[in-house]
């Protein structure tokens, strides 16, 4: 059964580093995301992507944050300068053109940041 | 906005009994409406969901939802809980309407489940 994967599933990095989060979605999936999650806390939405564009993003989403789809599977969070806060898990997701709404979640990369 | 409320951030239950997870939820418009689980150090895997049609909705597992648009409520339940059944469940909402279909989750409902 295909499933999303991502990489690496645990990232450390010191703060005001880059990182970039990888995923790769279900291949005829055309609708992608990023979620993360606090430790203890909801899972929240960032980022939606279609179309090579951003569809919606959310307050977290700040200048900080970028997505990018460099080829025809993978689909990247880039966080330029990270912060102590940024520290969660983030999880891919991504959705068919017909169903939206039907999201499939990723493992996740854990995001610790020293 | 739509947000979703978790009843019992921890619910326990012994081996075989019936298993209830309350879930809660306020939208302005017609809710679709999922249950994820977490199993400990894995994503979040699609339990089932309510888009139209039927009220009561049968997922993977033995597990279903009923809901209740006159309550705003979405509980899962699973007659007999199995060991198996130990994880975290999320409930989560995305409008019907919009263009993006974001979800927004529950705070999760940790189930464990007694010998």
């Known amino acids: 059964e295909p499933e999303v994967t991502q990489t690496p599933s645990h990232q450390v990095t010191q703060m005001g580093q880059e990182v970039i989060l990888r995923c790769v979605p279900i291949s005829n999936h055309l609708y992608f995301y990023w979620y993360r999650q606090i430790l203890g806390q909801k899972v929240e939405f960032l980022v939606s992507?279609?179309?090579?564009?951003?569809?919606?993003k959310s307050e977290i989403f700040d200048d900080q944050f970028s997505v990018e789809r460099p080829d025809g599977s993978n689909f990247t969070l880039k966080i330029r300068s990270t912060k102590l806060e940024d520290s969660a898990m983030y999880f891919c997701a991504s959705s068919p053109g017909l169903a939206r709404y039907e999201q499939y979640f990723g493992p996740g990369t854990r995001l610790t940041v020293t | 906005a739509q947000s979703v409320t978790q009843l019992g951030s921890h619910v326990s239950v012994s081996e075989g009994a019936l298993v209830l997870l309350r879930c809660n939820y306020s939208s302005s418009v017609p809710p679709y409406l999922f249950w994820y689980v977490q199993y400990p150090n894995q994503g979040l895997q699609l339990l089932l969901k309510?888009?139209?049609?039927?009220?009561l909705v049968k997922g993977i597992n033995g597990f279903e939802a009923e809901f209740k648009k006159s309550e705003t409520s979405f509980h899962l339940t699973k007659p007999s809980a199995h060991m198996s059944d130990a994880a975290e469940y999320f409930c989560a909402v995305c409008n019907s309407g919009g263009s993006n279909y974001k979800l927004t989750f529950g705070k999760g409902t940790l189930l464990t489940v007694n010998p």
């Open positions: 992507f279609y179309n090579n564009e951003i569809s919606e």
């Open positions: 309510y888009t139209t049609g039927a009220t």
